[in-house]
Each structure stands twice: as structure tokens, then as C-alpha cells.
């Protein structure tokens, strides 16, 4: 199956800096990449929908201006969280939709810790 | 986006039970997608289904796209102590994987 791959698995920052997450699409090309936070214990919350070539649709309630989403290519989005925050630590999933459209793939996910 | 529901929440059960798990949605879905998550990593596509009807299965694994394309089930046989995780169902309502909504999991635990 199609592969969605996601750098760094694990990162430590400090308060008020910047930090970057990579999603890509090893195998095949994604136009439309989403992506996710996840609590403890529940659900997948979409935070955006990545478009390549255009600006992201963000969910309500995600500041936009906070987590940046970068599709600039087929095969990458970026999500960046600038000016970090203790509470922005938390784990963030990509994913992207298929070769065939009808099917969802997802990144291994990313821990973000802020200290 | 909007959730499904998944039914039940959590379960527990015993190593070698089968289990039953199901999505329901008062909207018409294309596809329904079941994924499991184990802690820590991204969900894994388990199986796809693309027709009403459809029953396919993947290893102990069997789902179901329900008839009225309304929900879908996902049986686990022989319950195995890795089985341990989230399921999440998802229903995509075109072939452009950007209108789909996720469920909100089925925690499930197994006991030796």
C-alpha cells in the first residue's frame, strides 16, 4: 500500500521557539495531505486540510498563524508550531489521500514535547 | 470534521474471544475505511471497503459495508494479545478522500 512517512518521530523544544514536522508521501503523489493532534486517550482532531499549490483550509478554533502548513510540493506538507507553547506538546498525525482517492493513509506520527 | 459513531467505546476480553465492533452514521458514505492505531504510532489501514455489501476479509480480520451504506462492522476472531489498541472507522462520501469523517474509536484491551 501507499506509504506516508513523518519527520521527526520525536522532538524536544524549547518555549517560544519554532519547530517544523515533515509529512511525505514515499510512493505515490498526494494533492491533499490533512492534518491531525491527538490527545491522550482520544480521538484524531483535524487541525487542517493541506492543499499543494494553495493555502490550507484550517478547522475551527486552529490558529492559523500558530501552526503553519506548507504544501509545496506532491510529496510534502510542512506543519510548523511557532512560538511554542508547554501546551502545544501533544502527538501530530498526517495523512493523505491515496493514489485512487478513496483511501486514507497515515504518517507514523509525530511527539511533540515543549519545554 | 463531523464523527461517526462507534459502538462500543471500549471493550475488554478475553485472549482468544472474537470480537464485534461497529460504525453507524445517519449520512451515506462511498467508503468505509477501518484503521488501527496502537499508543504512540499513526493509524494503519486494516481493511477498505468500496461497495454496499461488501464483506472482505484480512487475516482474523472480516468488515462489512453495510447494505444501506449507512455503517459498517469489523469482527476480530481468535482474539490475540497485539490485537490491544484503537480501531477508528472512517466513511469518505466522495472519491477525492476530502469529504470523510472519522469515528471516534473503539478501545480495545485483551486479557490473557
Known amino acids: 500500500g501507499a506509504v506516508v512517512s513523518q519527520h521527526p518521530s520525536r522532538v524536544i523544544c524549547k518555549s517560544g521557539t519554532s519547530v517544523k514536522i515533515e509529512c511525505r508521501s514515499l510512493d505515490f503523489q498526494a494533492t491533499t495531505m490533512f492534518w491531525y493532534r491527538q490527545f491522550p486517550k482520544q480521538s484524531l482532531m483535524l487541525m487542517a486540510t493541506?492543499?499543494?499549490?494553495?493555502?490550507?483550509?484550517?478547522e475551527q478554533g486552529v490558529e492559523k498563524d500558530k501552526f503553519l502548513i506548507n504544501h509545496a510540493s506532491l510529496t510534502l506538507s510542512t506543519l510548523t508550531v511557532t512560538s511554542a507553547h508547554p501546551e502545544d506538546s501533544s502527538f501530530y498525525i498526517c495523512?493523505?489521500?491515496?493514489?485512487?482517492?478513496?483511501?486514507?493513509?497515515f504518517g507514523e506520527g509525530s511527539w511533540l514535547t515543549v519545554v | 470534521g463531523q464523527q461517526l459513531n462507534q459502538s462500543p467505546q471500549s471493550m475488554f476480553i478475553q485472549e482468544g474471544e472474537d470480537v464485534s465492533m461497529n460504525c453507524t452514521s445517519s449520512s451515506i458514505f462511498n467508503t468505509w475505511l477501518w484503521y488501527k492505531q496502537d499508543p504512540g504510532e499513526g493509524p494503519v489501514l486494516l481493511i477498505a471497503?468500496?461497495?454496499?455489501?461488501e464483506l472482505t476479509s484480512n487475516g482474523r480480520l472480516t468488515a462489512q459495508f453495510g447494505i444501506t451504506r449507512k455503517d459498517s462492522f469489523l469482527n476480530i476472531s481468535a482474539s490475540i494479545p497485539s490485537d490491544v489498541g484503537i480501531y477508528f472507522c472512517?466513511?469518505?462520501?466522495?472519491?477525492?478522500?476530502?469529504?470523510?469523517?472519522f469515528g471516534p474509536g473503539t478501545r480495545l484491551s485483551v486479557l490473557p
Open positions: 493541506s492543499n499543494e499549490g494553495s493555502k490550507a483550509t484550517y
Open positions: 472512517a466513511g469518505l462520501k466522495d472519491n477525492y478522500g476530502q469529504n470523510f469523517v
Open positions: 471497503l468500496y461497495k454496499a455489501g
Open positions: 495523512s493523505a489521500t491515496g493514489p485512487s482517492g478513496n483511501t486514507i493513509y
